[in-house]
């Protein structure tokens, strides 16, 4: 009977003389006999510790996409890069992992200044002012962001580019059935929104401008006429970035966004088979009132020391409760604080370097792979570090093919989800959308090239 | 000889006085720590890679820092922070107990913790069935059909669960307008009802601390979408009148929706389904023992009674005939309501602990914790009666009134100086219909000897009260820092170094 009960069955009797009862059944007496189950759970019996981790060995062998067994060239917001060992040392801290969110700041200064750390971070990177201390990850923050724009305007129509991540789109299409937003998609024309396909009455009833900086498929776009339509539309521009773009890229904030969202992933984070992730947030101080989730200002203790609070909590659900600007109550702090830590091993420059090197390996893969017979390009426009190609095989079976040489090879568009605007359809089945992080070695992308070569014969 | 507590940290467990600087302040121009691979790859300069347009040139200001530093700066910082691991976390609500470190240790093997969420299916089979067994044990937990493992916390579950509850009622074209909440439910239920499109209409709580059949039968009509519970409720109760509640809104054609923070209470004992419920969020890192990481990841999965099943949210995993696993997405599904598929590390955590305790484990969580509650309630109240004087579940809460009437000293005094008796505080002024409350929930991993340890400890708080209430007031002395000024936090707003004059 393995368990982590500190209780003997002396002491269980004591407790239980004490509160007068004979058996630990009698604990539950005011329970409807009627709903009580007879026989317990149908579950297995308990085995040790060693015993469930034999087991588990029969999930982590059927896992044939690791970083040890194949060379990662997948993102889509989840990305292979470094974390190094003094990022999980500290990270995985019990202090940081074991500890509740700080409702007492008197012994909660540890989460509470990393958090700190971590905002002033994130506001840098998104050359917005405030950021708060996380959402779930990159979907669920642009939900919020749109929820945002929404509250701010008084307005329901949410104008979103179709190179948000296809995923992203879907969780905002969900919710809107519950706040009843309406989602006007964009299409993307040669990789790039064609924002003039908004209609005139659908740019009047805007509350957001939604673009991705890049965009799903990789692409740069010039964000400087998504920031003019929602001038015109007096709507909040929010710009769903990939972090680590930020290392060189113009920031959210540099391009006008009165909201920057991104997925936090790269910033310490494992692949994790997608979570837990790190939803980032950051906005003008404008919207401050209407923030989702917690944020954490500094103040000073009776005896004037510094120290950190969570701060303008009456935006939140347990103060404001339906009136509230969000329901986020648990977020992702502990992502939050290896972020701060991870970014805090980068520094300025490793930050920089990460980035360039991001760019740096992007191009001499898309160089060795342009080359390759029937292979090309879907869009003329410059890219980050993630781009996608054409491939004259279904892109599903040129991933099964590189799978077999050691290689997860990119992301099939047609398996992020069913054909939309952001592509022209015929190439839906066709489309390999391929990411290449710091990690990726020029041994690595040559050996890759020649699989991919044969991949698509 | 007597045992003495484990689980109480020493009197003064943190380090205290001098201020830790931040990072930034600790920043050196051309101080570093990174350290990344060597690739080979041609350095094309930025500006042959990205259009002009596009570049940032000036580099943002992040941290300089040696390797050294950077741990020095983290590992202060953590002893400036309580956590389970140091000692007992009462906080009530919240189920803090102990984390077990095999499940943390199970998660982070490359197996499933090196995984791309978006490979292919064939070369992700291994996790694809660990969620499949998790959802199956899940249902069986909860005596619900299917469930969705994408949301990533419980106030996400409740909003998910809502949009299941709106698409089963327009499925039947007939949309309603109303959710009921009692008056002592999470904030997250009602703040959850709004983002649903829907309106709450708040139900009182009789004297006894349970729902006010009357008045929720009052509450019903056909307008009404359904109903949110927590079971045991927030004031640590188990709501006896359960069926005739199911039946009451069922007749109407609303729905039940299981709130499961408390569900740590009744494990193995009694089933959400079993009592009428059709839907049934759990917070797997409380109930399954996931670390908190202070202040998340979480997980919170949601499951569904059969009528409810093809709404869920997809895609899910899924074992197909011939014994492979695949992505399925339900007919009529809500939709994706997670990027990928939900923090997949802590449900591989809660897996890993719901297979070490296994069906008769699981049951005998639950009533150590109810032990330990009860034990704590009696044995505190001459010192701290107890909101309701009556057999509690996995938590209780008591109430400072009669200290604050007598000596004027407030349940939030009692829980600050509590923190320098090595204790966390328990949750106070929650929930809102109990005046001056303090909210115990000891868990069940909590020993004899630190619950009489912590009882110990609010009988010197309340004698202090009496003898020396500045004391208390003033608490606590010992901490990293003393109380905060929240108000100036609030009003002259410094979110940021740079917000800081840094």
Known sequence: ?457 | MTALPGGRASSAPLLGDDIEPTIFEMSVEGRHSYQLRTTDVPKAPLEELVPNEHLNHDVIALAQVSERDLVGHFTRLSHRQFAVDLGAYPLGSCTMKYNPKFCDAVAADPGLNSVHPGAPAPLVQGWLELLVDLEEKLCEITGMQAATLQPAAGAAGELTGLLLMRAYHEANNDPRRRVLIPDSAHGTNPASVTLGGYEVTTIPSGANGLVDLAALKAALGPDVAGIMLTNPNTVGLFEEEIEDIASAVHDVGGLLYYDGANLNAILGVVRPGDMGFDIVHMNLHKTFATPHGGGGPGAGPVAVSARLAEFLPGPRATRLSDGSYDWVTPARSIGRVHGWHGNAMVLARALAYIDVHGGDGLTRIAQHAVLNANWLRKRLSATLPAAYDYPCMHECVLTASPIKASYGVRALDVAKRLLEEGFHAPTVYFPLIVDEALMFEPTETESLQTLEALASALERIALLCANEPDVVRNAPQSTPVTRVDEARAARHLVTTEDAAGR
């Open chain 1, 1 to 457: 009977m393995p368990d982590y009960l500190p209780h003997t069955p002396d002491e269980v009797t004591s407790m239980l003389d004490f509160l007068g009862l004979d058996s630990l059944e009698h604990l539950f007496a005011h329970v409807p006999n009627a709903l009580k189950l007879t026989q317990g759970l149908r579950l297995p019996d308990g085995e040790s510790e060693p015993d469930v981790a034999e087991r588990f060995k029969h999930y982590t062998n059927a896992n044939k996409a690791t970083l040890s067994e194949m060379v990662c060239f997948a993102g889509g917001g989840s990305y292979d890069h470094e974390v190094p060992a003094v990022v999980k040392s500290l990270g995985s801290r019990a202090e940081f992992v074991t500890a509740y969110t700080p409702y007492q700041p008197e012994v909660a200064q540890g989460v509470l200044q990393a958090i700190f750390e971590y905002q002033t971070m994130i506001a840098r990177l998104s050359g917005l002012s405030i950021a708060n201390a996380s959402l779930y990850d990159g979907a669920t923050a642009l939900v919020e962001a749109v929820n945002m724009a929404a509250g701010s305007t008084g307005k329901e129509t949410l104008l979103i580019s179709s190179g948000v991540h296809p995923h992203w789109r879907a969780v905002v299409h969900t919710f809107a059935k519950g706040t009843g937003h309406r989602v006007v998609e964009v299409p993307l024309v040669d990789g790039r929104t064609e924002w003039s396909k908004v209609s005139s009455s659908d740019l009047a009833k805007g509350a957001a401008v939604v673009a991705a900086y890049p965009n799903y498929l990789g692409v740069l776009e010039d964000l400087s006429v998504a920031k003019d339509l929602s001038i015109r539309a007096d709507a909040l521009f929010v710009v769903a970035g990939d972090p680590v773009a930020a290392g060189v890229l113009k920031t959210a904030g540099q391009w006008g966004a009165d909201v920057f969202v991104g997925e936090g992933q790269p910033f310490g984070t494992a692949l994790a088979f997608g979570g837990p992730y790190l939803g980032l947030f950051a906005c003008t101080l404008d919207q401050i009132r209407r923030l989702p989730g917690r944020l954490v200002g500094e103040t000073v203790d009776t005896r004037d020391r510094r120290a950190f609070v969570t701060t303008l909590r009456a935006r939140e659900q347990d103060i404001r409760r339906e009136k509230a600007t969000s329901n986020v109550c648990t977020n992702q702090t502990l992502m939050a604080v290896t972020a701060a830590i991870q970014l805090g091993w980068l520094g300025t420059y490793g930050m920089r370097e990460v980035a360039t090197r991001c760019a740096q390996g992007a191009r001499y893969t898309f160089d060795q792979l342009v080359g390759i017979d029937g292979v090309a390009p879907i869009s003329t426009q410059p890219f980050f570090r993630e781009f996608a190609l054409r491939t004259p095989q279904e892109a599903s079976t040129v991933l099964e093919r590189l799978a077999g040489e050691g290689f997860l090879g990119g992301l099939a568009l047609s398996a992020l989800g069913g054909p939309d605007g952001s592509v022209i359809a015929n190439d839906w089945e066709h489309t390999l959308i391929i990411a290449v992080t710091e990690r990726r070695t020029k041994f690595e992308i040559d050996e890759f090239a020649t699989a991919f070569a044969k991949a698509v014969k």
